[in-house]
């Protein structure tokens, strides 16, 4: 009778334990059915870049609204419009009309028109944001006519030359130090944000100096005075470096400053190139623009073929670091004249992009959306619906000032 009361005893203790496991499993583990699902993104950044170059899209108003009302269709919120480009101003400029006779580009489709204030009018009534780009930054044609009437302001290597290859055309750079150049490229700037209903300006990989550059006497005079002579056979020494990517740093906090004075709500966009390559060969430190507040939204270009590099680029320190602080979208190419791009690759980028969170994407550019590739462009346009099956809105502006 012992053995059988103790065979009990122990059923009964099992079951208890049982109990008390099934009991806890249920207050500190999470019930499956109760775990919320990642959420979908209520905002997207969908940007296009317009350019003048292998484009028609500029050069007549039927052609601007016929874009954009495609890429409403599309459900693109943002464009990138060029508006220095090539030495000159695609709009009316009373700054270059002053420094080198010509109010805008001279070609005559272009002339007795405003170009940006009919691609801000057209795509306004859809809602959609436009950030002229300044494309060309602090470089120009070797021959234009800012080249040939200001030749003080050039940059120039420590052999004095002046000439930059750019695939076959010749290129020269304005020197980012002289305070004639700074004002220069300052007045366009706040002309553009004082005259225009422009939702933001863009700068992009330009807006810094390559790294050979630097020589000219005044800038020289300018080191020797605060440090030493620079290094007269390393353009690429550490410090030398850094001082001259400081100036420029110095000059985008003037420009944060006088595009605030004017308009707050104009977002400072910034397309850079990765800043492994942005910083050593361009002088350009966007990180230290991000972490000081002077740009409030990034396309970072990355243009790259390989998805093994691409997804690279993404997962760097410095992007995530901004991706977590303000806007932070990666820019695509979708394909040149010569160099188109497959369907497949910008939808695989475009999946990699969105894995990770990031702000959103811009495609550079227009024209190669549909020309120039393999598919035809009904199949493109059929893609691009896929990527944005509906409208969203672009990522909403954080005042950094």
């Known amino acids: 009778m012992m053995i059988k009361l103790h065979k009990w005893w122990r059923i009964l203790a099992l079951i208890v334990v049982f109990a008390i496991a099934l009991t806890s499993a249920a207050i500190f583990s999470p019930r499956i ?21 292998d484009s028609d899209v500029i050069f007549s108003k039927k052609n601007i609204n016929d874009a954009v009302n495609r ?26 009309k002053r420094v080198f006779g010509y109010l805008n580009d001279p070609t005559p489709t272009l002339k007795g028109r405003d170009v940006l204030k009919e691609i801000i009018t057209a795509a306004h009534k859809k809602g959609i944001a436009v950030i002229p ?15 040939r009437l200001h030749p003080d302001w050039l940059a ?41 209903d422009l939702d933001g300006i863009q700068f992009d990989d330009h807006f810094g100096l390559p790294v050979e550059f630097g020589y000219e006497p005044q800038t020289v005079l300018m080191y020797q005075e605060q440090i030493k002579s620079p290094p007269s056979n390393d353009a690429r020494e550490t410090f030398w470096i850094r001082w001259r990517a400081d100036r420029i740093n110095d000059f985008m906090a003037r420009i944060f400053t006088a595009i605030k004075s004017r308009k707050q709500k104009c977002i400072i966009s910034l397309s850079p190139n990765p800043l492994h390559f942005a910083l050593p060969a361009h002088l350009q430190d966007w990180f230290s623009w991000e972490r000081r507040g002077y ?29 977590a602080h303000i806007p932070t979208a990666i820019g695509i190419l979708t394909g040149l004249k010569n160099n188109p791009v497959p369907l497949k690759q910008i939808q695989e980028q475009v999946q990699e992009v969105r894995k ?8 550079f550019f227009y024209e190669s959306l549909s020309s120039w590739a393999k598919e035809t462009p009904e199949q493109r346009d059929s893609a691009l619906q896929q990527f944005f099956p509906t409208k969203k809105q672009r990522p909403p502006f954080e005042n950094n000032s």
Request: net charge negative; glycine share 6%.
């Open 33 to 53: 059915e109760a775990q919320t699902p990642p959420k979908t993104p209520t905002t997207e950044l969908r940007g296009i870049w317009l350019t003048n170059i």
């Open 71 to 96: 890429l409403d269709k599309l459900n693109f919120n943002t464009i990138y419009p060029t508006v220095w480009q090539g030495g000159y101003t695609i709009h009316p400029s009373g700054v270059t």
């Open 133 to 147: 780009w300044f494309e060309f930054g602090f470089m120009a044609p070797a021959e234009s006519e800012l080249a």
């Open 156 to 196: 120039r290597r420590r052999d004095g030359s002046t000439i930059w290859k750019e695939g076959t055309h010749d290129r020269v750079w304005l020197n980012p130090f002289h305070p004639e150049v700074q004002k220069f490229i300052l007045d366009l700037i706040i002309e553009l944000v004082a005259n225009y």
């Open 295 to 323: 740009i409030e939204e990034i396309v970072l270009q990355i243009y790259r073929n390989d998805i093994k590099r691409f997804n690279a680029e993404l997962e760097r320190e410095e992007v995530k670091l901004a991706k």
């Open 356 to 363: 990770r969170n990031f702000a959103g994407v811009s495609f």
